[in-house]
Every structure is written in structure tokens, then in C-alpha cells.
């Protein structure tokens, strides 16, 4: 509970707001050791010589348009990232292999590196 002070018309309020719903980035989830799930697949390496792909703004992944591993061409989109309410389409800045650094429904900040292409 988290208590402000309004002001409307010249009148202040003193109010109590209560936070509900899900938080905006959801917790890692946890996972015992005598979990027997197999053990992840490595992320892939990024490229030294790659081009990296960041976020201009923050915003939700919404989509991956082309899969890990796949070859793009120069300003061929290859995720959507929303910001308020808008779809912005992400391209590739180089011909090359995309790598993602990022999964769907991930939110990102401004300079987030979404993607390695190289």
C-alpha cells in the first residue's frame, strides 16, 4: 500500500493506493537441483565480428520474425518490438546469421542488445 497526497481543484486528498496485478516483468521461476529437466542448450557465442542490433527505445518483444540461426539480408525486419501501443519492426543493419539475445515477451530497455548479425 502506498499512500499520496492529490490535489484536484484546490482540495488535497490523502489516498492509499493498493498495487495489484502481476508485476511488469515476471520472476525467474525456480528450479530445485533434483529437478530432472535436462540442462539447457548453450546460448550461441556472439560473433566478434557481428553487428549488434539494439533497441532504440524500450519496449516488449512482441515477435521474433525469423528464426535463430537464419540468414538475413541488410534492412530485412527480424522482430517486432512494441512501445506504446505502436508495433515497430526491427531490421537487420547488415547482411549476415542472426543471433538473438533476446526472447519473445521480453521487455527491453533503450540500448538493450536484442540481436548479434554476423
Same mark, same amino acid.
Given at each position: 500500500?502506498?499512500?499520496?497526497?492529490?490535489?484536484?481543484?484546490?482540495?488535497?486528498?490523502? @489516498?492509499?493506493?493498493?498495487?495489484?496485478? =502481476? +508485476?511488469?516483468? $515476471? %520472476? /525467474? &521461476? @525456480?528450479?530445485?537441483?533434483?529437478?530432472? =529437466? +535436462?540442462?539447457? $542448450? %548453450? /546460448? &550461441?557465442?556472439?560473433?566478434?565480428?557481428?553487428?549488434?542490433?539494439?533497441?532504440?527505445?524500450?519496449?516488449?518483444?512482441?515477435?521474433?520474425?525469423?528464426?535463430?540461426?537464419?540468414?538475413?539480408?541488410?534492412?530485412?525486419?527480424?522482430?517486432?518490438?512494441?512501445?506504446?501501443?505502436?508495433?515497430?519492426?526491427?531490421?537487420?543493419?547488415?547482411?549476415?546469421?542472426?543471433?538473438?539475445?533476446?526472447?519473445?515477451?521480453?521487455?527491453?530497455?533503450?540500448?538493450?542488445?536484442?540481436?548479434?548479425?554476423?
Amino acid at each position: 500500500m502506498r499512500n499520496f497526497v492529490v490535489t484536484v481543484d484546490g482540495k488535497s486528498f490523502e @489516498v492509499s493506493v493498493e498495487e495489484v496485478g =502481476a +508485476p511488469s516483468v $515476471a %520472476p /525467474a &521461476p @525456480v528450479v530445485s537441483p533434483a529437478a530432472s =529437466a +535436462p540442462a539447457p $542448450a %548453450p /546460448a &550461441p557465442k556472439a560473433n566478434s565480428k557481428g553487428e549488434k542490433v539494439v533497441a532504440p527505445f524500450p519496449g516488449l518483444i512482441k515477435n521474433l520474425l525469423v528464426a535463430e540461426g537464419a540468414t538475413v539480408k541488410k534492412d530485412q525486419p527480424i522482430l517486432i518490438l512494441e512501445a506504446m501501443k505502436m508495433d515497430n519492426d526491427i531490421s537487420a543493419p547488415c547482411d549476415g546469421v542472426v543471433s538473438f539475445r533476446v526472447a519473445k515477451g521480453a521487455n527491453v530497455e533503450s540500448d538493450a542488445v536484442l540481436a548479434v548479425i554476423g
